[in-house]
């Protein structure tokens, strides 16, 4: 069976943030930091060595494959900011006609800069897939 190969790690949100070359993406990500501690409750934690992720939750399939990931997230890549909303984005349609200008693939969020979305509906959209996942899984939310 592999191994998830996206793990917390032990390294500083706070270097990598302020790593981020680009400075309205830097800015951008602080800001994010900030939104998704508010609204899962949760203090940010580098998995892997691009990811800023939020609480986490263990996952078991029926395949057998299991692990642990983070209730929500963020990264910011190159082209992008991406947002990880795990629970996806079929049971916030209605969010998500109000969210702004973004793509958005399964479980991810894509964006150029805050200022294109509604950060308000940002921050419920985190809250309530982070509170739908936990409960999934059967983990505590906060």
């Known amino acids: 069976?592999?191994?998830?190969?996206?793990?917390?790690?032990s390294?500083?949100?706070?270097?990598?943030?302020?790593?981020?070359?680009d400075e309205q993406k830097r800015k951008d990500c602080k800001t994010?930091?900030?939104?998704?501690?508010?609204?899962?409750?949760e203090r940010p934690k580098m998995w892997g060595e691009a990811m800023v992720g939020f609480g986490s939750y263990h996952y078991k399939y029926e395949?057998?494959?299991?692990?642990d990931f983070f209730l929500s997230g963020f990264s910011p890549r190159k082209q992008n900011l991406t947002i990880y909303i795990m629970s996806g984005f079929k049971p916030y349609s209605d969010l998500m006609e109000k969210l702004g200008e973004f793509k958005a693939s399964k479980s991810c969020l894509y964006i150029k800069k805050l200022e294109d979305i509604d950060i308000k509906v940002l921050a419920k959209l985190v809250k309530l897939s982070?509170?739908?996942i936990a409960k999934r899984y059967k983990q505590p939310a906060k």
């Open 1 to 9: 069976m592999s191994e998830n190969k996206t793990k917390a790690t």
């Open 63 to 67: 395949s057998g494959r299991e692990g």
């Open 130 to 132: 982070a509170v739908c």
């Open 11 to 21: 390294s500083s949100v706070t270097t990598f943030l302020n790593s981020v070359a």
């Open 32 to 41: 994010l930091a900030k939104l998704m501690k508010e609204a899962t409750g």
